[in-house]
DNA sequence: AAACAATGTTCCGAATTGTGAAACAATATT
DNA sequence: AATATTGTTTCACAATTCGGAACATTGTTT
């Protein structure tokens, strides 16, 4: 753990010690947690006990392992407050949904992930679903694709330079060369479209909203099991229905259409 | 700020500053939040440096404000998997809101709040919306009635003797007898009910989710526009599906029903 | 049941870090 | 343009944090 003038080194370890607190591993030992973050035992035991006091962490009193405290929904509240799009985008799914019939839902970029904020799911008996929080990186499926595309050179040529692409089903895209071509496609056709690529059998439609300066802020995306994809009908119809809603929310965001 | 040789106090005040982050105040300066918590400004800066650098903490660079960052969608995901309640209560909701074509949400207490952690949006036109991370206090509505009548009775006791009972709208309760009575009839009942007192314009049923022991973990609650609610049969039709999911649910918990 | 292993927790002297007053840089207001 | 307000940085000093070792609790093996 190297120093640095800039941050305090106490906080830093206790925020490290949160973000160990993972979908891969929601729960740690003292000892366990130390080897993993190559700190003391004490010192992680108090870390952890300072958390645990203000209920960051919680102790299970059964395996005495500590794991995330419920406190956390109360910053998800706070989040869905805080940041406009999320409250912006909202009428707009809406009836985005209505006229679908499909699961509808927000996604924005957080740590190289796509990550959704925002759902709405389909009334129909065979839907999809995409829970908030779920994430999944940014070459796989269409939401994480169009915000790729709509993000800025900068952050693309980062992201592809370092990131080496796993393959999350047989029909993710793995070769940089072939994504460079998906996201100046995407770009051209203002969404993105793909089929298999997260998850089997669901296929999605993704467009982005826009600020005033252009900026990409969040995309809104369709999720449609295959059955329904194969109709080309319908697929049109949603995709028209996703560019007029994803139009109309940049708008509001001061987008103006050339 | 007291000194206690438990906490590490640097890391007290990075969670004492993550904690203002509210909905209802998103953004704060550094002196304006200095003041607030009666820390000096280049503490705080520091601080709020250090959060920023792991993305706790994003600063707008219009406003110069701090805001809460994006990577708490992160923790909600990991939430999801580490309470055994969430994903054990999934497939009983999953079939409540089939039979009952209304909306339905888990809930459990948090720092003396009720908050939920999972819904399922009725598919009908006119439906009611409990986004996660919502939270009200355990006396408004039945979600929260029936967490407080299921929670031990220090819980209680300690509740009703210190919170100030403040109306959220005309019907919710505000009179501690009242409440207590509320929650003996709760008890036996095995379910509490409200009209009204929450949203105006919107019922709820509530039946809990017990352990092995008889400790709630966590209600099922149904949503139900007025209009629906009225309707006897309907009600009634509800709340036997409501008692018959939560029971079978508990069960799975290792709950056992004299 | 006893012995041993593993884990969570506590203590205390030494080492390191965090703090606040003041100055500076950037932005907003008059 | 001048002034006020806010975010940011610097540095000497005070305070806190750290880690090794011991202790308490729980789990596993014989």
Redesign the pocket.
Known sequence: ME?N?????????ALVTLLAFQENQQT???????THLD???????????TLKSFRFID?DP?????RLGNIFYRFLNTLQSTYPVSKAALPFMKELQSKTQETVHLNVIEDMDRVCVENIESPQNLRASMPIGSRSPLYAGASSKCLLAFSSDEFIESYLSFKKLTPVTENTISNVTRLRTEIAETRVQGFAISMGERTPGLGSLSAPILDHKGVLLASISLAIPEIRFNNSDHLNFCRQELIKATRSCSETRGYHHT
Chains 1, 2 share one sequence.
Do not use: C, F, M
Request: aromatic share 6%.
């Open positions: 120093q003038k800039d941050k305090l080194n106490s906080i830093e370890k740690w030992g003292v000892r366990e947690l130390g700190l003391n035992p004490a010192t992680v035991q108090r870390i952890l006990q102790q059964k395996t005495r392992q500590y």
